[in-house]
Nanobody, 123 residues
Framework: QVQLVESGGGLVQAGGSLRLSCAAS????????MGWFRQAPGKEREFVVA????????YYADSVKGRFTISRDNAKNTVYLQMNSLKPEDTAVYYC????????????????WGQGTQVTVSS
């Protein structure tokens, strides 16, 4: 079992920044690839970004490329999502997720999920 807890969400104006954190506990964190997904009201859960177990490889959705940065600290069992140049369309609940070994971009591939943190970007 892996338990995930997100934090860092909030209300920010367009053009601003937020940093999300996802703290993991349970099984060996460094064995898991991590992903961030988001879900806006009335929309399906959407892939944002993923990072390999080592942190050496990342994959971004086109919609956030160049604005968001994922990183991880395996010593702290934490993955981060730095979000810059935020837009109103980034408003959503953001979830972190974990899967063994290789990362993916489909939510169905992930085995463990956090409870989500709300990000609201005002225009």
């Amino acid at each position: 079992q892996v338990q995930l807890v997100e934090s860092g969400g909030g209300l920010v104006q367009a053009g601003g920044s937020l940093r999300l954190s996802c703290a993991a506990s349970g099984r060996i964190f460094s064995s898991y690839a991590m992903g961030w997904f988001r879900q806006a009201p009335g929309k399906e859960r959407e892939f944002v970004v993923a990072i390999s177990w080592s942190g050496g490889s990342t994959y971004y959705a086109d919609s956030v490329k160049g604005r968001f940065t994922i990183s991880r600290d395996n010593a702290k069992n934490t993955v981060y999502l730095q979000m810059n140049s935020l837009k109103p369309e980034d408003t959503a609940v953001y979830y972190c997720a974990a899967k063994l070994y290789r990362y993916g971009s489909s939510w169905s591939e992930y085995d463990y999920w956090g409870q989500g943190t709300q990000v609201t970007v005002s225009s």
